[in-house]
């Protein structure tokens, strides 16, 4: 027997395809825990309400619960796009109230048409100039939010006296349809996510939305407009606001000067909840749609189950959801960093 026949074989090594193959796996796998995890959590919780309680599935208690979040939902669509590009706006929950006031003032004045394009017009100068000093100047969005909140909650004040003056939408106007019952202000909701979905998924400027919150620095080399985009996306943050805020007066039949505070951590939380990463760069608007609607139904469960501890205890169970949330995200990205 020849010497060679005697010795051991050596085993073949690996390719470089094949020892790559777990870790394409485990980096698709955290990206699709990322983004489908509030939608997991939604049916799961759905499920076992469904289960547990005889009121929860009920068509009078769904339709109250997607009626009556329908339109602070729509901040949360805004705000998808501002975090999207790493930013973020504190000023969506005043400019939800100012809207609202502004469009009962145009309906009292000047009509429907009037009561749908004050407020448009004014979420799109405040988004504007926000924008602009974000982009243009370089200031912390967390800065010029945080001044944008004071500022559109003093222009309330003096709008309305102090308060002391409150503007009522005509009894007779066609702008009270839109928000009348249940349907018709879901439908409007859902008319304006689908199109900001497409407008993210399907357009230049979502391409380039995603791109500046990956790496604002390459975006700009590869020549994106990333200072007009970033003006855009506070511009359709404060707009999506407003118009949300028109859309309550309607609801209400009067512009409320006191409604809004503490909105726009709603409109974050359903926004992180979604999947979307707060350091901008990936997400999606139907995880935001996810996300508001894990928080609405962990709202109702609460009112449900809990209902004798306030809204405190609503608060402490968002804030300690949204931390979990956070650190699995986390967690999460630093395993496809590290793969």
């Given amino acids: 027997m020849s010497p060679s026949a005697l010795r051991p074989a050596t085993p073949r090594p690996r390719s470089t395809s094949d020892a790559a193959q777990p870790?394409?796996?485990?980096?698709?796998?955290?990206?699709q825990i990322q983004r489908r995890g509030a939608l997991v959590v939604l049916v799961l919780m759905v499920a076992v309400a469904s289960a547990t309680s005889t009121t929860f599935p009920?068509?009078?208690?769904?339709?109250?619960?997607?009626?009556?979040?329908?339109?602070?939902?729509?901040l949360a669509l805004g705000m998808t796009f501002v975090i999207l590009t790493g930013g973020i706006d504190l000023s969506v929950g005043s400019m939800y109230a100012l809207g609202g006031v502004v469009a009962a003032?145009?309906?009292?004045?000047?009509?429907?048409?009037?009561?749908?394009?004050?407020?448009l017009l004014a979420g799109a100068v405040w988004g504007a100039v926000q924008g602009l000093l974000v982009a243009r100047a370089r200031m912390a969005?967390?800065?010029v939010t945080l001044a944008g909140l004071l500022g559109a909650r003093g222009l309330l004040q003096a709008l309305t006296n102090e308060g002391a003056t409150t503007y009522l939408v005509p009894a007779g106007s066609a702008f009270r349809h839109l928000g009348e019952g249940t349907w018709v202000?879901?439908?409007?909701?859902?008319?304006?996510?689908?199109?900001g979905a497409l407008l993210l998924t399907r357009t230049r400027f979502g391409a380039t939305v995603t791109a500046i919150g990956g790496n604002e620095n390459a975006a700009s080399l590869m020549g994106l407009p990333v200072a007009r985009t970033k003006v855009l996306?506070?511009?359709?943050?404060?707009?999506?606001?407003?118009?949300a805020g028109a859309l309550g007066s309607a609801r209400l039949g009067s512009g409320v000067t006191t409604i809004g505070v503490g909105y726009e951590l709603t409109a974050i939380a359903s926004v992180v909840i979604g999947g979307t990463l707060l350091t901008g760069g990936s997400g999606s608007v139907g995880g935001t749609v996810s996300g508001v609607?894990?928080?609405?139904?962990?709202?109702?469960?609460?009112?449900h189950y809990f209902s004798q501890y306030g809204s405190?205890?609503?608060?402490?169970?968002?804030?300690?959801?949204?931390?979990?949330?956070?650190?699995?995200?986390?967690?999460l990205s630093r395993a496809r960093q590290a793969d």
């Fill in 23 to 31: 870790a394409a796996l485990r980096e698709r796998l955290a990206s």
């Fill in 58 to 74: 009920t068509w009078s208690n769904i339709s109250g619960i997607l009626g009556s979040n329908a339109f602070v939902w729509l």
């Fill in 141 to 143: 969005p967390f800065i």
């Fill in 312 to 331: 405190a205890f609503t608060d402490t169970v968002n804030g300690a959801f949204l931390a979990v949330v956070v650190l699995a995200q986390t967690l």
């Fill in 105 to 119: 003032y145009g309906a009292h004045t000047g009509g429907t048409w009037a009561a749908v394009a004050l407020p």
């Fill in 233 to 243: 996306v506070y511009v359709l943050s404060a707009t999506t606001a407003a118009a």
């Fill in 293 to 303: 609607l894990v928080l609405a139904v962990i709202h109702n469960l609460i009112d």
């Fill in 185 to 195: 202000p879901v439908l409007i909701v859902a008319v304006l996510f689908a199109l």
